[in-house]
């Protein structure tokens, strides 16, 4: 056993593990699995720096121990996850593992955002799959989370001086968290569509009952979910309104709780859910489900920068049938 003198003498910060020579350190390794090694050399930078890359050479050599290695680094570091295809962690949540494009389209009568999956990575990843891995890129490309700001509308912003939100919030935009994933649906022998589910979550400073029409609607603004409906169209509806629940119009008060809010597209493939909740007195948010098809395009008159299924597709068409088919679809 050491003696606490031979240990080397320890510079501020540094641990007694670190004040080991290399020799030591790679004597500890060979009593570790590889994986454990390879892990062990990632301890700090001067624990690197002694042992040096030779662990993860090793641990490479099998398929087993380098799953587990990448699991392990996985853990401690959030913002990248697995990718058991390739081997690999894929930078999951940061501004460069987003594959959402965002789409500005000044053709319509209100111009606004809209985020989705984009076709030509949809494309390679079915190219993927059909291939057997051959060419294309791997599924787990498409997966991501993050935040983005969506800019306030200029008339908006005198309405929401008074709504609780931080003065930075109001100068910079609305930030808006997603996270997107992937699967492969199955509806036919020959059909096999590329399904997509996004999550956005935005922060309320209050319940979505304290606010006024005119906030929700500064809130909601030109925020698109696909190429032809936009987030405020899932607001709750009044049920007294004649042409309920088409075209009613928003109503001016809300019951509590605030019933879930479905609605589907009329031109492609695509399902939405808005839950409104409140769960406890300092936390109060919107979560927006959204699931589309992302094969071919909906030939709706409109450009696109990135594509919707047309609508005759799957024929018949009612609510939840994408989502309905991304959740028993198969995993990417």
């Known amino acids: 056993m050491l003696k606490p003198d031979t240990a080397g003498t320890l510079t501020p910060g540094q641990s007694q593990l670190e004040s080991l020579p290399a020799e030591l350190l790679e004597h500890i390794g060979r009593y570790l699995p590889r994986d454990a090694a ?18 993860w050479a090793v641990v490479s050599q099998s398929t087993k121990a380098k799953e587990r290695f990448i699991q392990k680094l996985s853990r401690d570091i959030s913002t990248y996850a697995p990718c058991l295809i390739c081997g690999v962690l894929r930078p999951f949540d940061s501004a460069q593992a987003w594959p959402l494009l965002k789409r500005h389209d000044g053709n319509r009568s209100t111009p ?58 109001i100068q910079n935009g ?39 029409t005119a906030e929700r609607f ?4 030109d925020f698109y979910l696909c190429p032809h409906i936009y987030a405020s169209k899932l607001q709750y509806r009044d049920p007294s309104d004649p ?10 008060w809300l019951p509590d709780p605030i019933p879930e809010s479905q609605l589907l597209c009329q031109f492609c493939y695509a399902d ?21 098809n992302l094969d071919g395009g909906c030939n709706d008159g409109f450009k696109e920068l990135v594509y919707c299924h047309p609508r005759d597709y799957w024929g018949p068409y009612k609510y939840g049938q994408v989502k309905q088919t991304f959740e028993i679809g198969t995993e990417l």
Not at 183 to 194: D, E, I, N, V
Not at 280 to 288: F, K, M, P, T
């Open 38 to 55: 390879a892990s062990f050399t990632l301890t700090s930078c001067t624990i690197s720096q002694k042992l040096g890359t030779n662990a």
């Open 112 to 169: 606004g955002s809209f985020h989705a999956i984009s076709s030509f990575l949809a494309q390679k990843v079915k190219a993927y799959q059909e291939s057997g891995g051959r060419y294309g890129v791997c599924p787990s490309t498409l997966a991501c989370s993050g935040t983005f700001l969506k800019p306030w509308a200029t008339q908006d912003i005198g309405i929401l001086t008074n709504t609780g939100f931080d003065q930075h919030i």
């Open 174 to 212: 609305l930030p808006i968290t997603y996270k997107a994933t992937t699967r492969l649906g199955k509806f036919s022998a020959s059909s096999t569509p590329l399904l997509s589910h996004v999550q956005y979550r935005i922060e309320l400073p209050s319940p979505w009952s304290s606010f006024s």
């Open 218 to 221: 500064a809130i909601l603004r």
């Open 243 to 252: 042409t309920y629940p088409a075209d009613s119009s928003i109503s001016y």
């Open 272 to 292: 939405f859910r808005a839950v409104f909740s409140s769960t406890s007195e300092l936390e109060h948010g919107i979560a927006i489900d959204v699931w589309r």
